[in-house]
């Protein structure tokens, strides 16, 4: 890589959280409602895009479970399709239950508690102890949390290569805490100044600013950011756009949702300018 700075996601990048905020996303609708989306279904919300959060994601399954036993004709991919038509994120999922024919919509929005579905959920993932420390308050749910299942995907000669080579910073949709809980667990050290949580800016990926405002803290006339969703491209994409004075690099990374040869051509579609199959590969000349 021929950049000067390298900007990462965390999750499916350096952690794999399959079995942590994805399962807490089918689980906490599954928990408030009594049925859920299934595994896939996650992946068709995140490609629609603006689910960078995962609260958000979970928000906007749970309207579509509510919906469909209201009278939503429409599966799955249908549904995020037209997520994805009207600009994605939950806004334009409520707009689809909204407009839909033969939906009871009084209904849906009546079931519908993001304030509970976020408790469910921040219960579900850290468990009970760290809920007490970062949530405040006694959690809806008893549990050890799944934030301790949570496997590494890069490894430390890696992190140690990258740094030495880069500046790194960090891109992510996860609160600030955790995410410091995360960065902790693969044992990469970035200060605060290089690095952009949920806490920090309000627009969420694809949104350009925070990408552009490491790029300008680094002073770096190429940046690179490496991400496991198309949302992650479209960000580097978009600052590429806005910021005229540097080059932005989009580089999507196979160990989240896209995987195999679809999850590389999706990423190509969507203006990666290159694909890896893990983290790792970045500091292997010879990819």
Do not use: C
């Not at 990048?13 to 896939?40: H, M, N, P």
């Not at 024919?101 to 579905?117: K, N, Q, S």
């Amino acid at each position: 890589m021929q950049v000067d700075a390298l900007v990462l996601d965390i999750d499916g990048v350096l952690v794999d959280v399959a079995d942590s905020y994805r399962k807490a996303i089918r689980e906490s609708i599954d928990r408030v409602y009594g049925e859920t989306i299934d595994r896939d279904a996650i992946q068709s919300f995140k490609d629609a895009g603006g689910f960078n959060n995962d609260w958000a994601l979970t928000d906007a399954a749970a309207l579509f479970v509510l919906a469909r036993r209201a009278g939503l004709p429409l599966d799955v991919e249908a549904f995020t399709d037209r997520v994805a038509a009207g600009g994605g994120g939950v806004e334009a999922a409520k707009r689809v239950v909204e407009t839909a024919d033969g939906v009871a919509t009084e209904r849906v929005f009546e079931a519908w508690d993001p304030e509970r579905l976020r408790a469910v959920f921040q219960a579900l993932y850290l468990g009970e102890t760290l809920y007490r420390e970062l949530e405040g308050g006694d959690p809806p749910i008893e549990t050890t949390g799944y934030i301790h299942d949570e496997p590494t995907l890069v490894e430390p000669a890696t992190i140690e290569a990258l740094t030495e080579r880069f500046d790194v910073g960090v891109l992510t949709g996860r609160p600030a805490a955790e995410a410091t809980i995360a960065l902790e667990r693969v044992g990469l050290d970035v200060p605060a100044a290089h690095r952009f949580t949920m806490d920090d800016w309000e627009e969420g990926k694809p949104h350009p600013r925070a990408l552009v405002t490491l790029a300008a803290r680094f002073d770096a006339d190429r940046v690179a950011f490496a991400g496991d969703t198309l949302d992650d491209v479209r960000t580097a994409r978009n600052a590429d756009e806005t910021d005229t004075d540097r080059t932005y690099e989009a580089i999507g990374v196979l160990t989240g949702g896209l995987t195999d040869e679809a999850g590389r051509r999706a990423f190509l579609e969507a203006g990666a300018d290159a694909v890896v199959a893990d983290v790792n590969a970045l500091a292997d000349d010879r990819r």
